[in-house]
């Protein structure tokens, strides 16, 4: 279950990320509010699968699955340049994450 809630989590920190973008400074409300609730939310599962997932391992799973959402997100949606350097940078850190899942 802790894995479960720590890969939402980390899905959740691509949306804070996203809102935090759209809020433009926290300047409009509703993806200001968005922000605040993927915050605790995706905080809030990071700290319950630190029970039992060791700190190094999570809190990297967590960024990692972050990081590439946004990634992601930003070259889908946003115009973010796509390129096979990135491709192959954000598939080293897809590689990493589940090298430490494995290796749990």
């Not at 400074?25 to 700290?47: H, I, K, W």
């Not at 990692?64 to 946004?70: F, N, P």
């Not at 889908?76 to 850190?93: F, H, K, P, Q, S």
Request: hydrophobic content about 60%; glycine content about 14%; overall charge positive.
């Amino acid at each position: 279950m802790a894995w479960l809630v720590l890969i939402l989590s980390g899905f959740l920190e691509t949306v804070w990320a996203v809102a935090l973008e759209s809020s433009k400074g926290f300047t409009r409300l509703v993806p200001s509010l968005v922000f605040g609730v993927a915050l605790l939310f995706s905080m809030g599962g990071l700290a319950y699968a630190m029970r039992t997932i060791p700190i190094g391992t999570g809190y990297a799973v967590w960024v990692g699955i972050g990081a590439v959402g946004t990634a992601v997100y930003g070259m889908a949606v946003l115009g973010d340049a796509v390129t096979m350097a990135r491709i192959g940078c954000l598939l080293l850190i897809v590689s990493g994450v589940v090298g430490l899942k494995v290796l749990h």
